[in-house]
């Protein structure tokens, strides 16, 4: 069974950084291409960047040039690294398989951005 689970969120001010991680159980990790999605409170989960098997990465127009992806396949680890956080940042961010992800959800991570 798929378990995914996620850590490094907190309370920071705007214009500082983060850095969340996740590592998964139970599957190939090294085969998949990874995603960091988020989900605000009253909105729908979004993918915000992803990084592919061979290391090539996108974004959501929202947070290029600020969040990087990146992945240890010798840890089933992925990263993100957050800089220049806004407000609307504020999310609970998850890891997953993308752009269609494993039927399993982690905790996810609690990222808020505010003064």
């Known amino acids: 069974q798929v378990e995914l689970v996620e850590s490094g969120g907190g309370l920071v001010q705007p214009g500082g950084s983060l850095r969340l991680s996740c590592t998964a159980s139970g599957i190939i990790f090294s085969l998949d291409t990874w995603g960091w999605y988020r989900q605000a409170p009253g909105e729908q989960r979004e993918l915000v960047a992803r990084i592919t098997d061979g290391d090539s990465t996108t974004y959501v127009d929202s947070v290029k040039g600020r969040f990087t992806v990146s992945r240890d396949n010798a840890k089933n680890t992925v990263y993100l690294q957050m800089n220049s956080l806004k407000p609307e940042d504020t999310a609970v961010y998850y890891c997953?398989?993308?752009?269609?992800?494993?039927?399993?959800w982690g905790q996810g991570t609690q990222v808020t951005v505010s003064s």
């Open positions: 997953n398989r993308a752009p269609i992800g494993y039927p399993y």
